[in-house]
């Protein structure tokens, strides 16, 4: 018999497997989001830091070219 001429019909066998399947569990979204913000908001205040702070290099002028 050839499987072509079954009496099966293979659209409801389709869903019924696809019924029988474990549902596919989404992935929550907050813990994501929250690492986001919070690496967003680290490298925010690092360069306002860098950028706010002295240079750790301090040369002073020679006390001849102060004028004294």
């Keep these: 018999m050839?499987?072509?001429d079954s009496a099966?019909?293979?659209a409801a066998l389709a869903y019924a497997r696809a019924l029988l399947r474990k549902p596919?569990?989404?992935q929550r979204m907050g813990?994501?989001?929250a690492a986001a913000?919070?690496?967003?908001l680290s490298?925010?205040?690092?360069?306002?830091?860098?950028?706010m702070a002295?240079?750790?290099v301090v040369q002073h002028l020679?006390?001849?070219?102060l004028g004294e």
């Design 24 to 26: 596919m569990r989404r």
């Design 8 to 10: 099966l019909d293979t």
């Design 62 to 65: 020679p006390s001849d070219r």
């Design 54 to 56: 002295p240079p750790a």
């Design 2 to 4: 050839n499987p072509a």
């Design 43 to 51: 490298a925010v205040t690092f360069a306002t830091v860098m950028i």
């Design 37 to 40: 913000a919070f690496a967003a």
């Design 31 to 33: 813990p994501v989001l």
